[in-house]
């Protein structure tokens, strides 16, 4: 069995990471090749006003996914062994602003970790980290390890995006550090449902699946999900800047003994759900 103590939970906004330097200036064709290139091999126009390289470039605002996991890293190192962490997993859904660095061996190496799986998950919309979690549950299925999730998410593009207008994410990280020695919340499961209009009948579906009563429940996720919960629900709204990291950042700030969580997510029509049992609530 999984299980996800809040304590070990840490999470951090960032307002940057680096500061641009003069000399980035002179990479600005070799970035407009790339972006143009990137559109063009998936079909679509890139206009001059929606390319948005050189303010990429100079932007004060830029922060990479591995120097914000790296300054998070210390702060859950003291609860680590190195000897059982044998996964790592990465999620996001925002583009690493540093293309091509492994964020997993980042962590990997600053914490002395050895033959580890390491993976990064994204193309999924903000569900990415709940689903990276159902993957650790399977990955350390019947072992006696531990594991780490990271999650990750940056707001600078090379083009202008309708949707990132819209999410207006921040540069956040997220680490979670996962265990089979029965501390903390035990991981139950993870759904993804098709919604109705009102969200309420995927949810109330899933607390039945999960097994769990309303008075020992917390519902942590976007407030569009939760403002259609019929009464005698105890809910928190995520902050939806947060993006993946939203729910486990609520989560490790908010958890309170003896409470269940059902952890949440929603995208285009699909809600994605995550249970997690306080172990006096197990039956």
């Given amino acids: 069995m999984l299980y996800l103590d809040p304590a070990d939970i840490v999470s951090q906004s960032f307002h940057h990471t680096e500061v641009p330097q003069p000399e980035w200036e002179t990479d600005i064709p070799h970035w407009r090749s790339y972006v143009q290139h990137f559109f063009a091999a998936n079909g679509e126009p890139l206009s001059q006003e929606n390319e948005q390289v050189n303010t990429w470039i100079t932007s004060n605002e830029r922060a990479a996914f591995s120097d914000m996991v790296a300054t998070l890293l210390p702060h859950l190192a003291p609860v680590v062994q190195p000897q059982r962490v044998k996964t790592?997993?990465?999620?996001?859904?925002?583009?690493?602003?540093?293309?091509?660095?492994?964020?997993?061996?980042?962590?990997?190496?600053?914490l002395g970790l050895t033959d580890c799986l390491a993976l990064a998950i994204s193309d999924r919309g903000p569900d990415a980290a709940l689903f990276a979690l159902d993957g650790l549950s399977d990955c350390l299925q019947g072992k006696?390890?531990?594991?780490l999730l990271l999650i990750a998410e940056q707001k600078s593009l090379m083009y202008f995006s309708p949707l990132m207008a819209r999410l207006q994410p921040e540069n956040n990280a997220c680490l979670c550090l996962v265990n089979t020695q029965q501390r903390g919340l035990r991981y139950l499961g993870y759904q993804r449902l098709k919604t109705s209009a009102d969200?309420?009948?995927a949810i109330l579906q899933s607390v039945e699946h999960f097994g769990f009563t309303r008075e020992r429940l917390?519902?942590?996720?976007?407030q569009n999900c939760l403002a259609s919960l019929p009464e005698g629900f105890t809910s928190l709204a995520v902050n939806p800047c947060l993006l993946c990291a939203a729910p486990f950042v609520a989560l490790g700030q908010n958890w309170q003994p003896g409470r269940d969580y059902l952890l949440m997510s929603e995208h285009n029509g699909r809600i994605s759900l995550c249970g997690l049992a306080a172990a006096e609530n197990l039956r």
């Avoid at 997993?89 to 602003?97: C, E, K, N, R, V």
């Avoid at 917390?218 to 976007?222: A, K, S, V």
């Fill in 218 to 222: 917390t519902l942590i996720g976007p």
């Fill in 199 to 201: 969200f309420s009948e």
């Fill in 144 to 147: 006696a390890e531990d594991g």
């Fill in 88 to 110: 790592v997993l990465m999620a996001h859904w925002t583009p690493d602003l540093h293309m091509g660095s492994s964020v997993v061996n980042l962590a990997i190496h600053q």
